[in-house]
């Protein structure tokens, strides 16, 4: 049987820098919101008050900030702690449906093929963080790293125009990392992850993301 909005459904969005999320994130919420559901849109780092304070210490431009790679992973997951439970929780025991920009892939993708932190210790801290709450639906948008860079250079609201944030300046090589845990989590869990090209025109894959969660729920 599907899962119905009622039952409160979680989807999450996720992809390397400059994929698209926040483009299609909006455009699957006006959808929803069309359709007559009750939405809440959110994003990690942040969503809360605790959240949004670390986001600016995670986000910053790089200079002068030398985070250590363990410190960036535990600071993620303090973030994630506070909005699971502040945020996401609540809203889908009000049978809300929840779409999140990035959620604890994210932290797979980034800290542990990125930053190559141990992806077992990885998954212990993101479970902790979380309480076991895993997404309904993964939307993955792919983009190949040099692309995504370059659109995504200066777009960040959190840092001045043209200017890179910290993860977006780790490097080529780094985002390169990123993209292939992506494909790695997907791989793993084929039944909640769904890549999608987001080199594909806007409208396109926002009908293909429309589709999917049509064909896996009662929407």
Not at 79 to 94: D, K, T
Request: charged content about 25%; proline content about 5%; some cysteine.
């Amino acid at each position: 049987m599907r899962k119905t909005p009622s039952e409160g459904i979680f989807i999450t969005v996720e992809g390397p820098d400059g994929s698209g999320k926040s483009t299609q994130v909006d455009l699957l919420v006006t959808f929803l919101r069309d359709q007559q559901h009750r939405v809440l849109v959110t994003r990690e780092p942040g969503g809360t008050g605790v959240g949004e304070a670390i986001r600016k210490i995670l986000l910053e431009p790089a200079r002068g900030n030398h985070l250590a790679d363990e410190a960036e992973l535990f600071l993620f997951a303090a973030a994630r702690a506070q909005h699971v439970r502040e945020v996401i929780l609540p809203a889908l025991s009000q049978g809300q449906i929840v779409i999140a920009s990035r959620y604890l892939d994210a932290t797979v993708a980034y800290q542990g093929y990125g930053r190559n932190l141990p992806l077992d210790t990885i998954r212990i801290v993101n479970n902790l963080a979380t309480g076991g709450l895993t997404p309904d639906m993964t939307i993955i948008l792919d983009v190949e790293a040099e692309t995504g860079l370059h659109r995504a250079k200066g777009t960040d609201k959190d840092t001045p125009s043209g200017e890179m944030d910290r993860i977006e300046a780790a490097g080529i090589d780094f985002h390169r990392r990123v993209r292939q845990g992506y494909f790695a989590i997907a791989a793993a869990e084929p039944g909640r992850c769904i890549v999608m090209d987001g080199g594909k025109p806007i409208a396109e894959v926002a009908a293909q993301i429309q589709h999917c969660l049509k064909d896996r729920f009662a929407i």
